[in-house]
Protein backbone atom coordinates (compact mmCIF):
# COMPACT_ATOMS: atom_id res chain seq x y z
CA UNK A 1 0.00 0.00 0.00
CA UNK A 2 1.03 3.29 -1.02
CA UNK A 3 1.69 4.41 2.99
CA UNK A 4 5.34 5.31 2.46
CA UNK A 5 6.63 8.79 0.34
CA UNK A 6 9.95 6.45 -0.61
CA UNK A 7 12.86 8.24 -1.77
CA UNK A 8 13.95 6.85 -5.34
CA UNK A 9 16.61 4.52 -3.91
CA UNK A 10 16.65 0.92 -4.18
CA UNK A 11 19.22 -0.24 -1.10
CA UNK A 12 20.90 -3.15 -1.63
CA UNK A 13 23.22 -3.90 0.87
CA UNK A 14 25.11 -1.99 3.79
CA UNK A 15 28.53 -2.96 6.52
CA UNK A 16 29.27 -0.30 9.23
CA UNK A 17 27.63 3.26 8.14
CA UNK A 18 27.68 2.50 4.83
CA UNK A 19 25.51 1.64 2.52
CA UNK A 20 24.88 0.59 -1.70
CA UNK A 21 22.23 1.02 -3.90
CA UNK A 22 20.99 -1.51 -6.30
CA UNK A 23 23.47 0.49 -9.27
CA UNK A 24 26.40 0.07 -6.94
CA UNK A 25 26.75 3.73 -5.33
CA UNK A 26 27.88 4.21 -2.30
CA UNK A 27 26.07 6.57 0.65
CA UNK A 28 26.74 7.12 4.46
CA UNK A 29 24.10 6.41 6.45
CA UNK A 30 23.08 9.26 8.63
CA UNK A 31 19.32 7.79 9.32
CA UNK A 32 20.40 4.20 10.31
CA UNK A 33 17.15 3.16 9.41
CA UNK A 34 15.39 5.76 12.00
CA UNK A 35 17.66 5.16 14.69
CA UNK A 36 17.21 1.38 14.46
CA UNK A 37 20.84 0.19 13.16
CA UNK A 38 22.54 1.57 16.14
CA UNK A 39 25.44 -0.68 15.04
CA UNK A 40 25.69 0.61 11.98
CA UNK A 41 24.85 -2.35 9.22
CA UNK A 42 25.63 -5.84 9.32
CA UNK A 43 27.71 -5.62 12.20
CA UNK A 44 29.92 -9.18 12.78
CA UNK A 45 28.46 -9.46 16.46
CA UNK A 46 24.64 -9.47 15.42
CA UNK A 47 25.10 -11.55 12.54
CA UNK A 48 27.21 -14.12 13.79
CA UNK A 49 23.96 -14.08 16.76
CA UNK A 50 21.34 -14.47 14.36
CA UNK A 51 22.92 -17.02 12.07
CA UNK A 52 23.77 -19.44 14.35
CA UNK A 53 20.05 -18.86 16.20
CA UNK A 54 18.24 -19.50 13.40
CA UNK A 55 20.41 -22.99 12.86
CA UNK A 56 18.67 -23.84 16.37
CA UNK A 57 15.27 -22.44 16.99
CA UNK A 58 12.68 -19.77 14.87
CA UNK A 59 9.82 -19.76 16.87
CA UNK A 60 8.32 -21.81 19.68
CA UNK A 61 5.49 -18.85 20.97
CA UNK A 62 5.19 -17.29 24.81
CA UNK A 63 3.48 -20.73 25.61
CA UNK A 64 7.25 -21.53 26.66
CA UNK A 65 10.21 -20.48 27.96
CA UNK A 66 13.55 -19.63 25.22
CA UNK A 67 16.93 -18.97 26.03
CA UNK A 68 17.67 -15.96 24.31
CA UNK A 69 14.42 -14.21 25.68
CA UNK A 70 15.64 -15.39 28.79
CA UNK A 71 18.76 -13.65 28.79
CA UNK A 72 17.48 -10.60 26.78
CA UNK A 73 14.97 -10.18 29.68
CA UNK A 74 18.07 -10.50 32.15
CA UNK A 75 20.07 -8.19 30.60
CA UNK A 76 17.68 -5.29 30.71
CA UNK A 77 16.93 -5.92 34.06
CA UNK A 78 20.58 -6.20 34.90
CA UNK A 79 21.21 -2.97 33.25
CA UNK A 80 18.44 -0.73 34.63
CA UNK A 81 16.00 0.14 37.40
CA UNK A 82 13.41 -2.10 36.59
CA UNK A 83 12.22 -5.44 37.52
CA UNK A 84 9.95 -6.98 34.54
CA UNK A 85 10.08 -6.66 30.57
CA UNK A 86 7.15 -7.58 28.31
CA UNK A 87 8.46 -8.13 24.71
CA UNK A 88 6.46 -7.29 21.67
CA UNK A 89 7.67 -6.29 17.74
CA UNK A 90 7.73 -2.38 17.62
CA UNK A 91 7.49 0.85 19.24
CA UNK A 92 3.99 1.23 18.81
CA UNK A 93 3.14 -2.08 19.99
CA UNK A 94 5.34 -1.10 23.09
CA UNK A 95 3.15 2.14 23.66
CA UNK A 96 0.21 0.19 23.13
CA UNK A 97 1.33 -1.75 26.11
CA UNK A 98 2.53 0.60 27.88
CA UNK A 99 -0.70 2.82 27.85
CA UNK A 100 -2.68 -0.90 28.63
CA UNK A 101 -0.90 -1.30 31.30
CA UNK A 102 -1.21 2.47 33.08
CA UNK A 103 -5.11 2.19 32.68
CA UNK A 104 -5.18 -1.49 34.23
CA UNK A 105 -2.94 -0.06 37.21
CA UNK A 106 -5.02 3.21 37.43
CA UNK A 107 -8.34 1.00 37.92
CA UNK A 108 -7.11 -1.92 39.94
CA UNK A 109 -4.61 0.69 42.13
CA UNK A 110 -6.45 4.48 41.93
CA UNK A 111 -9.60 3.54 41.67
CA UNK A 112 -12.30 2.69 38.45
CA UNK A 113 -12.49 6.56 37.21
CA UNK A 114 -8.67 7.16 36.62
CA UNK A 115 -8.29 6.17 33.23
CA UNK A 116 -6.90 9.42 32.02
CA UNK A 117 -3.58 9.69 30.47
CA UNK A 118 -1.65 13.22 29.59
CA UNK A 119 0.26 13.80 26.72
CA UNK A 120 2.18 16.29 25.29
CA UNK A 121 1.84 18.07 21.60
CA UNK A 122 3.87 17.61 18.91
CA UNK A 123 4.67 14.28 20.80
CA UNK A 124 4.78 10.90 18.64
CA UNK A 125 3.95 7.32 20.09
CA UNK A 126 3.32 5.14 17.21
CA UNK A 127 0.56 4.61 14.62
CA UNK A 128 -2.10 2.29 16.16
CA UNK A 129 -5.36 3.91 16.60
CA UNK A 130 -4.46 4.26 20.40
CA UNK A 131 -0.68 5.58 19.88
CA UNK A 132 -2.04 7.86 17.15
CA UNK A 133 -4.41 9.53 19.89
CA UNK A 134 -1.41 9.68 22.62
CA UNK A 135 0.53 11.35 19.73
CA UNK A 136 -0.04 14.77 20.29
CA UNK A 137 -0.48 15.87 16.17
CA UNK A 138 -4.07 15.92 14.93
CA UNK A 139 -2.75 15.63 11.28
CA UNK A 140 -1.93 11.45 12.15
CA UNK A 141 -5.27 11.49 13.72
CA UNK A 142 -7.53 13.02 11.07
CA UNK A 143 -9.40 10.25 9.18
CA UNK A 144 -9.59 7.55 12.36
CA UNK A 145 -12.17 9.24 14.59
CA UNK A 146 -13.62 8.20 16.43
CA UNK A 147 -10.38 8.03 18.11
CA UNK A 148 -10.43 6.12 21.71
CA UNK A 149 -10.97 8.41 24.46
CA UNK A 150 -9.40 9.30 27.98
CA UNK A 151 -6.77 10.95 26.32
CA UNK A 152 -5.31 14.69 27.14
CA UNK A 153 -2.69 17.37 25.55
CA UNK A 154 -0.72 19.60 27.67
CA UNK A 155 2.01 21.98 25.49
CA UNK A 156 5.81 20.11 25.56
CA UNK A 157 7.78 21.76 28.36
CA UNK A 158 5.82 23.66 29.71
CA UNK A 159 5.24 22.34 33.88
CA UNK A 160 2.52 24.97 34.65
CA UNK A 161 0.37 23.06 32.10
CA UNK A 162 1.26 20.04 33.18
CA UNK A 163 0.08 20.68 36.88
CA UNK A 164 -3.19 22.07 35.37
CA UNK A 165 -4.23 18.89 33.58
CA UNK A 166 -3.35 16.68 36.21
CA UNK A 167 -6.75 15.83 37.70
CA UNK A 168 -8.43 13.03 39.59
CA UNK A 169 -9.05 11.33 36.08
CA UNK A 170 -5.41 10.94 35.70
CA UNK A 171 -3.62 6.96 35.61
CA UNK A 172 -0.66 8.32 33.81
CA UNK A 173 1.62 10.98 32.52
CA UNK A 174 3.26 9.88 28.85
CA UNK A 175 6.34 11.97 27.51
CA UNK A 176 9.29 11.77 25.12
CA UNK A 177 12.58 12.66 26.76
CA UNK A 178 13.30 13.92 23.33
CA UNK A 179 10.54 14.52 20.88
CA UNK A 180 12.37 13.14 17.46
CA UNK A 181 9.51 13.27 14.87
CA UNK A 182 8.46 16.85 15.20
CA UNK A 183 12.64 17.65 14.88
CA UNK A 184 14.73 16.81 17.73
CA UNK A 185 13.35 19.14 20.87
CA UNK A 186 14.61 17.85 23.95
CA UNK A 187 12.76 17.88 27.42
CA UNK A 188 13.69 20.84 29.58
CA UNK A 189 15.01 19.15 33.54
CA UNK A 190 12.07 20.97 35.21
CA UNK A 191 9.29 19.80 33.36
CA UNK A 192 10.32 15.98 33.61
CA UNK A 193 11.30 16.71 37.11
CA UNK A 194 7.48 17.97 37.57
CA UNK A 195 5.98 15.23 35.78
CA UNK A 196 8.33 12.71 38.12
CA UNK A 197 6.80 15.01 41.16
CA UNK A 198 3.24 14.81 40.30
CA UNK A 199 3.27 11.35 39.50
CA UNK A 200 5.02 10.92 43.17
CA UNK A 201 1.55 13.18 45.04
CA UNK A 202 -1.06 12.03 42.81
CA UNK A 203 -0.40 7.77 42.60
CA UNK A 204 -0.31 8.64 38.73
CA UNK A 205 2.37 6.29 36.07
CA UNK A 206 4.80 8.28 34.82
CA UNK A 207 5.77 6.65 30.54
CA UNK A 208 8.44 7.45 29.03
CA UNK A 209 9.11 6.58 25.49
CA UNK A 210 12.20 6.12 24.69
CA UNK A 211 11.45 3.74 21.52
CA UNK A 212 14.04 6.20 19.83
CA UNK A 213 15.93 8.03 22.58
CA UNK A 214 17.20 4.82 24.43
CA UNK A 215 19.96 1.96 24.57
CA UNK A 216 22.79 4.74 23.84
CA UNK A 217 21.47 6.96 21.43
CA UNK A 218 21.79 10.17 23.66
CA UNK A 219 24.68 9.19 25.49
CA UNK A 220 23.50 7.22 28.07
CA UNK A 221 21.43 3.89 28.25
CA UNK A 222 18.26 6.16 29.03
CA UNK A 223 17.51 9.03 28.17
CA UNK A 224 15.95 9.84 31.78
CA UNK A 225 19.56 9.35 32.61
CA UNK A 226 19.87 12.99 31.98
CA UNK A 227 17.57 14.01 34.10
CA UNK A 228 18.19 12.73 37.74
CA UNK A 229 14.61 10.48 37.41
CA UNK A 230 13.00 7.03 37.10
CA UNK A 231 9.62 6.58 35.35
CA UNK A 232 6.98 4.02 35.87
CA UNK A 233 6.98 2.31 32.67
CA UNK A 234 9.86 2.88 29.74
CA UNK A 235 9.13 1.82 26.26
CA UNK A 236 11.68 0.76 23.97
CA UNK A 237 11.90 -0.66 20.28
CA UNK A 238 14.17 0.83 17.37
CA UNK A 239 17.85 0.23 18.10
CA UNK A 240 17.12 -2.97 20.82
CA UNK A 241 17.82 -5.76 17.81
CA UNK A 242 19.81 -3.92 15.61
CA UNK A 243 17.59 -4.19 12.85
CA UNK A 244 15.33 -7.16 13.32
CA UNK A 245 11.31 -6.76 15.15
CA UNK A 246 11.60 -5.99 18.55
CA UNK A 247 9.69 -3.64 21.04
CA UNK A 248 9.66 -4.08 25.08
CA UNK A 249 8.40 -1.88 28.08
CA UNK A 250 10.28 -2.60 31.35
CA UNK A 251 8.56 -1.35 34.64
CA UNK A 252 8.52 -1.88 38.43
CA UNK A 253 7.54 -5.29 40.10
CA UNK A 254 4.62 -3.14 41.54
CA UNK A 255 3.17 -1.91 38.01
CA UNK A 256 4.34 -5.09 35.84
CA UNK A 257 2.14 -7.11 38.83
CA UNK A 258 -0.78 -5.70 37.17
CA UNK A 259 -0.38 -7.82 33.64
CA UNK A 260 -1.56 -11.14 34.34
CA UNK A 261 -1.98 -14.19 32.06
CA UNK A 262 -4.41 -12.50 29.58
CA UNK A 263 -4.29 -9.15 30.01
CA UNK A 264 -1.78 -8.66 26.97
CA UNK A 265 -0.13 -11.02 24.73
CA UNK A 266 2.41 -10.30 21.45
CA UNK A 267 2.65 -13.15 19.33
CA UNK A 268 6.23 -12.63 17.78
CA UNK A 269 7.30 -10.43 20.89
CA UNK A 270 10.55 -12.08 22.30
CA UNK A 271 11.41 -14.08 18.97
CA UNK A 272 14.19 -16.44 19.90
CA UNK A 273 16.04 -14.75 16.73
CA UNK A 274 14.61 -11.23 17.65
CA UNK A 275 16.21 -12.25 21.02
CA UNK A 276 19.47 -12.93 19.83
CA UNK A 277 20.27 -10.02 17.71
CA UNK A 278 19.16 -8.07 20.46
CA UNK A 279 21.66 -10.04 23.10
CA UNK A 280 24.29 -9.09 20.62
CA UNK A 281 23.36 -5.48 20.29
CA UNK A 282 22.83 -5.30 24.18
CA UNK A 283 26.46 -6.79 24.29
CA UNK A 284 28.20 -4.94 21.92
CA UNK A 285 26.89 -1.82 23.28
CA UNK A 286 28.23 -2.60 26.33
CA UNK A 287 31.82 -3.91 25.39
CA UNK A 288 32.81 -1.60 22.96
CA UNK A 289 31.68 1.58 24.72
CA UNK A 290 29.58 2.70 22.49
CA UNK A 291 27.61 4.96 24.74
CA UNK A 292 31.39 6.76 25.50
CA UNK A 293 31.43 7.08 21.54
CA UNK A 294 27.97 8.45 21.87
CA UNK A 295 28.98 11.39 23.74
CA UNK A 296 32.06 12.03 21.96
CA UNK A 297 31.01 11.63 18.38
CA UNK A 298 27.97 13.96 19.49
CA UNK A 299 29.98 16.72 20.73
CA UNK A 300 32.32 16.95 17.67
CA UNK A 301 29.48 16.66 15.38
CA UNK A 302 27.27 19.14 16.53
CA UNK A 303 30.53 21.30 17.08
CA UNK A 304 30.70 20.92 13.78
CA UNK A 305 26.97 22.04 12.65
CA UNK A 306 27.83 24.64 14.67
CA UNK A 307 30.88 25.86 12.88
CA UNK A 308 28.55 25.30 9.91
CA UNK A 309 26.02 27.82 10.75
CA UNK A 310 28.47 30.58 11.02
CA UNK A 311 29.23 30.33 7.12
CA UNK A 312 25.43 29.57 6.24
CA UNK A 313 23.17 32.12 7.74
CA UNK A 314 20.36 29.55 5.99
CA UNK A 315 21.14 27.56 9.47
CA UNK A 316 19.18 28.47 12.18
CA UNK A 317 20.46 26.49 15.39
CA UNK A 318 21.54 22.83 16.46
CA UNK A 319 19.44 20.51 19.09
CA UNK A 320 20.09 17.18 20.28
CA UNK A 321 21.72 14.63 22.78
CA UNK A 322 24.25 12.71 21.83
CA UNK A 323 24.14 10.77 18.11
CA UNK A 324 20.11 12.30 18.26
CA UNK A 325 20.82 15.51 16.70
CA UNK A 326 18.24 18.48 14.93
CA UNK A 327 19.88 20.83 12.42
CA UNK A 328 17.43 24.21 12.41
CA UNK A 329 17.29 26.08 8.61
CA UNK A 330 15.31 28.80 7.89
CA UNK A 331 13.79 26.90 4.99
CA UNK A 332 14.97 24.03 2.64
CA UNK A 333 15.13 20.91 4.16
CA UNK A 334 13.43 18.63 2.13
CA UNK A 335 15.83 20.20 -0.80
CA UNK A 336 18.95 19.64 1.02
CA UNK A 337 18.27 16.21 2.14
CA UNK A 338 17.98 15.21 -1.59
CA UNK A 339 20.65 17.49 -2.43
CA UNK A 340 22.67 15.30 0.49
CA UNK A 341 21.13 12.07 -1.37
CA UNK A 342 22.53 12.57 -4.90
CA UNK A 343 25.93 13.67 -2.92
CA UNK A 344 26.18 10.37 -1.04
CA UNK A 345 24.42 11.02 2.38
CA UNK A 346 21.43 9.76 3.89
CA UNK A 347 19.69 12.11 6.23
CA UNK A 348 16.11 12.85 7.00
CA UNK A 349 14.20 15.95 6.39
CA UNK A 350 11.23 16.71 9.07
CA UNK A 351 9.18 19.42 7.36
CA UNK A 352 10.69 21.94 5.78
CA UNK A 353 12.60 23.41 8.75
CA UNK A 354 15.07 20.26 9.94
CA UNK A 355 17.20 17.60 9.30
CA UNK A 356 17.43 14.53 11.89
CA UNK A 357 20.65 12.90 11.70
CA UNK A 358 20.98 9.89 13.71
CA UNK A 359 24.02 8.32 12.86
CA UNK A 360 24.86 4.87 13.83
CA UNK A 361 26.76 4.60 17.65
CA UNK A 362 29.91 3.48 15.96
CA UNK A 363 30.44 6.34 13.47
CA UNK A 364 33.90 7.57 12.87
CA UNK A 365 35.56 11.02 13.43
CA UNK A 366 36.01 10.71 9.56
CA UNK A 367 32.55 9.54 8.61
CA UNK A 368 30.93 12.84 10.68
CA UNK A 369 34.04 14.80 8.52
CA UNK A 370 32.62 13.76 5.33
CA UNK A 371 28.86 14.18 6.05
CA UNK A 372 29.69 17.79 6.98
CA UNK A 373 31.46 17.83 3.62
CA UNK A 374 28.92 17.16 1.99
CA UNK A 375 26.47 18.66 3.86
CA UNK A 376 27.97 22.27 3.31
CA UNK A 377 28.20 21.06 -0.61
CA UNK A 378 24.40 20.54 -0.34
CA UNK A 379 23.72 23.70 1.10
CA UNK A 380 25.88 25.51 -1.20
CA UNK A 381 23.64 23.73 -4.01
CA UNK A 382 20.72 24.67 -2.44
CA UNK A 383 21.69 28.26 -1.99
CA UNK A 384 22.68 28.23 -6.26
CA UNK A 385 19.29 27.01 -6.44
CA UNK A 386 17.10 29.51 -5.14
CA UNK A 387 19.25 32.36 -6.63
CA UNK A 388 18.43 30.95 -10.17
Known amino acids: MNTYARLPVTIVRGRGTRVWDDKGKEYLDFVSGIAVNALGHCHPAVVGAVTSQVQKLFHCSNLYFSEPQAELASLLVENSPFDKVFFCNSGAEANEAAI ?106 LILDEVQTGLGRTGKFFAFEHYGIVPDIVSLAKALAGGLPMGAILAKEHVAQHFVPGSHASTFGGNPVSAAAANAVLKTIFEEDLISNAVKMGRYFMAGLSHLGLRHDLITDVRGLGLMIGLGLAKGAREIASHCLELGLLVNAIGDSTLRFLPPLTVTEEEVDKALAILEQAVVSYYAEIKG
Open 100 to 205: KLARKYGKEVLGEGHYEIITALNSFHGRTLATITATGQPKYQKGFEPLPAGFKYIPFNDPSSLRQAVNDATCAIMLEPIQGESGIYPAKREFLVEARRLCDATGAL
